[in-house]
């Protein structure tokens, strides 16, 4: 099943921070988040492992909850280059060979 | 490094065509990834190979076929192409699971029409 995103569209000015949620009811070995600009391939930013480990990247963070099944996505100070299409790809534990099974995107826009 | 290539970028298809769309990979990659992208719905699985010569299913495998002869490529084939088949197909790679972490590395996309 495909993992839940929140919200959907987010307005932000230059400078503002972002909350992006991904929720799943499975058992999650891992969470990947992914941002992709209008006509152009998704582009990596982080993943997750379980046991709650908190990674960052640059001013772009984000959690797992393992027990919860959800990640989140932590965009501080926003840049006009940070606008674009966020996605989370959730990986199951066992046999899953990497896996991912991808929300519907939360679409980020970021004005002056 | 090229990283991941797709051929090609662009194809209109006639219903009942057939086509392949061709990834290839220079990072030695095992893992190798079909998706196709519809507008909010995300990116879903097609088809996905685990290594040279091996392939499995994703979420949404009817009317498509895939081979892997070289670790390097991974074919998308379109039997009878369908308008419901009409989307951006995205492959990508990333290495196993059990040797490091395994963010998936996507090539351009083929954005694909089906009259």
């Known amino acids: 099943q495909q993992p839940?995103?929140?919200?959907?569209?987010?307005?932000l000015r230059e400078g503002e921070d972002a909350v992006i949620n991904c929720s799943s009811s499975k058992a999650l070995y891992s969470v990947h988040w992914y941002r992709q600009k209008h006509g152009e391939a998704p582009v990596f930013l982080m993943i997750l492992l379980k046991g709650g480990?908190?990674?960052g990247h640059d001013?772009?963070?984000?959690?797992f909850n393992e027990k919860k099944q959800q990640s989140s996505l932590y965009l501080t100070a926003s840049q006009l280059s940070y606008s674009g299409t966020y996605f989370c790809g959730t990986e199951a534990g066992g046999t899953s060979y990497g896996k991912l099974t991808f929300g519907q995107g939360t679409i980020l826009t970021v004005h002056p | 490094n090229a990283g991941v290539t797709q051929t090609p970028k662009f194809r209109v298809l006639k219903t009942g065509q057939s086509m392949t769309l061709l990834c290839a990979q220079d990072m030695n990659h095992e893992y190798m990834y079909w998706y196709r992208q519809d507008p909010g719905m995300g990116l879903r699985l097609i088809h996905y190979s685990v290594g040279e010569g091996t392939t499995a299913k994703g979420e949404v495998p009817d009317g498509y076929n895939v081979s892997r002869l070289k670790k390097q490529n991974f074919l998308l084939g379109l039997e009878?192409?369908?308008?419901?088949?009409?989307?951006?197909?995205?492959c990508a790679s990333s290495r196993e699971r059990e040797t490091s972490y395994n963010e998936q590395f996507f090539g351009?996309?083929?954005?694909?029409?089906?009259?």
């Open chain 1, 59 to 63: 001013k772009i963070s984000a959690s």
């Open chain 1, 53 to 55: 480990e908190q990674k």
């Open chain 2, 80 to 90: 009878s192409a369908a308008p419901s088949q009409t989307s951006v197909y995205f």
């Open chain 1, 4 to 11: 839940v995103q929140s919200p959907q569209a987010v307005i």
């Open chain 2, 108 to 115: 351009p996309g083929t954005r694909l029409t089906v009259l």
